[in-house]
């Protein structure tokens, strides 16, 4: 558990870092960082603004293990936080008609939403829109690579969403919003599964079947 929380504060020392140095002149200067044992903790921000932020991402990653693979990790949704960069906790509301609660916490500021899978095609896509909380949907695909010396399969993303207006009050241009959701949100999102996946899925998958 303490290794855990050390990992948490970490990554969210990372961010902002990268928030304050990396983006000067995006971050804004209104928000006051209020330090605490173990976190620092974004409290107050400046929402003049009503405009809704709009981000999106249509990316993929090649993987060194079939399309199955990759969905059955993908399909677990209790198993998104491990992966998924901020996503504090994934719980199904309706096994069988696989309906989520999503709960994020993104620089001390937590949000979340409830989603329904709109289409499910077993080793092939996943596909899924919310019906409360934050707005977003995406379609996520797997597809098969020709490959003689290795089995590899590509994961194709693509998500819209709306920013949480605290997220988005912390920078002053859209385009930085956007760039942060789609390198420090969904990229790095998909490294992690790539490692993750291999590592749980693709070599347990290995050793099975040496014990056959």
């Known amino acids: 558990m ?11 020392a990372a961010i902002l870092i990268i928030l304050c140095f990396i983006l ?32 999106s991402c249509d990316t993929f990653i090649d993987l060194p293990f079939s399309a199955e693979i990759g969905y059955n990790a993908f399909s677990d949704l209790p198993r998104q936080p491990s992966w998924s960069p901020f996503l504090q906790k994934v719980i199904y509301t309706d096994l069988l008609k696989r309906n989520s609660k999503w ?7 937590e949000f979340g939403w409830t989603a ?27 597809i098969a ?3 003689r010396d290795k089995v590899s399969s590509r994961m194709s993303v693509k998500i819209e969403a709306e920013a949480p207006k605290a997220i988005a009050s912390l ?36 050793k099975i079947n040496q014990n056959k």
């Open 2 to 12: 303490k290794m855990i929380v050390q990992n948490v504060w970490l990554e969210q």
């Open 24 to 55: 000067p002149s995006t971050f804004c200067k209104k928000a006051r960082v209020v330090h605490t044992n173990k976190f620092q903790t974004i409290t107050s921000y400046n929402l003049k603004s009503n405009r809704r932020s709009m981000v």
């Open 103 to 109: 709960t994020m916490n993104m620089l001390g500021i």
């Open 116 to 142: 329904i899978c709109t289409k499910d095609r077993r080793r092939k896509l996943v596909k899924w829109k919310s019906t409360s909380g934050t707005w977003n949907k995406g379609i996520v695909r797997f």
């Open 145 to 147: 690579l020709e490959d």
């Open 171 to 206: 920078f002053a241009r859209s385009s930085a919003v956007q760039s942060f959701f789609e390198n420090m949100v969904i990229k790095r999102a998909l490294k992690r599964f790539k490692k993750e996946a291999y590592k749980t899925d693709f070599l347990n998958k290995q």
